[in-house]
């Protein structure tokens, strides 16, 4: 059942950036269903229900699109029984540094979410129960990624969760394709000075556990050639793992 109703939920979830332009229709439809992130952060019940989230660096708002989507099919009575219950967020608020993804963002879902444009480092996180960062952190300096992570950890609730998608730098072949792909994607945005910060999954691990995280990695790869891990970092208030995640 799982395949059929991934597909589904993918058409769902893009459906709505028809109102944003083919351009926008395609990259959803595209990233959606290829990239394993966004079954994984289901699957495995990583986002709470009832929760303030933050996506920063949310491109043109596909995780938010892809929650919302979640949860109409749960109500649908269409729900894998197998998986948690589908997130419920009282708010999505969506950061990104392009300015035309944050246009796109908002053609797309109107007022089911908000979205700012704006560079992390410099922006106001806010207070927020679930923080997402997916792929995003590399592309400023190691002192620029404490930072930025600092200021989520200031902005989490209590019991909040911060999500990050790293790429492993001792993940050999794997990580050195993820960076010439990520060079390559920057490139044909138009980004022509790309300087990449990565660091080894014992690194992230360490800069987490230092600000007060307990931290949990799941691989994030399947059916891609890259080197990606997503790292689940609670506040030590919330030690408890969700089922299916290994401690580092």
């Not at 699957?43 to 949310?58: A, K, T, V």
């Not at 608020?93 to 963002?105: L, N």
């Not at 207070?127 to 190691?142: C, F, G, K, N, P």
Request: charged share 15%; proline share 5%; glycine share 10%.
């Amino acid at each position: 059942m799982t395949a059929p109703f991934v597909k589904k939920l993918v058409d769902r979830a893009a459906a709505r950036y028809r109102a944003a332009g083919r351009f926008a229709w395609h990259f959803a439809r595209g990233k959606l269903g290829g990239d394993p992130v966004f079954a994984g952060l289901l699957m495995h019940g990583l986002i709470p229900g009832n929760s303030r989230i933050l996506d920063i660096g949310c491109g043109q708002g596909l995780l938010a699109s892809w929650l919302l989507a979640a949860k109409a099919m749960q109500d649908d009575g269409l729900w894998p029984a197998h998986w948690p219950l589908a997130p419920n967020p009282l708010s999505i608020h969506g950061v990104e540094i392009m300015a035309c993804d944050v246009g796109r963002a908002q053609q797309a879902l109107g007022h089911a979410a908000t979205f700012t444009a704006g560079d992390m480092s410099r922006i106001d996180f806010g207070t927020a129960d679930v923080i997402v960062m997916l792929d995003v952190l590399h592309y400023v300096s190691m002192a620029a990624q404490n930072e930025v992570l600092q200021k989520a950890r200031n902005a989490l609730s209590p019991e909040g969760t911060l999500i990050l998608r790293i790429g492993d730098a001792s993940g050999g072949l794997r990580f050195k394709f993820s960076v010439w792909t990520d060079y390559a994607a920057s490139f044909v945005r138009g980004h022509r000075n790309v300087h990449l910060h990565c660091r080894s999954l014992p690194d992230w691990h360490t800069a987490l556990t230092d600000l007060g995280f307990i931290v949990s990695a799941l691989p994030m790869s399947k059916g891609t050639p890259f080197a990606n891990v997503l790292l689940v970092a609670k506040l030590v208030q919330n030690t408890q793992l969700q089922p299916g995640v290994s401690k580092i």
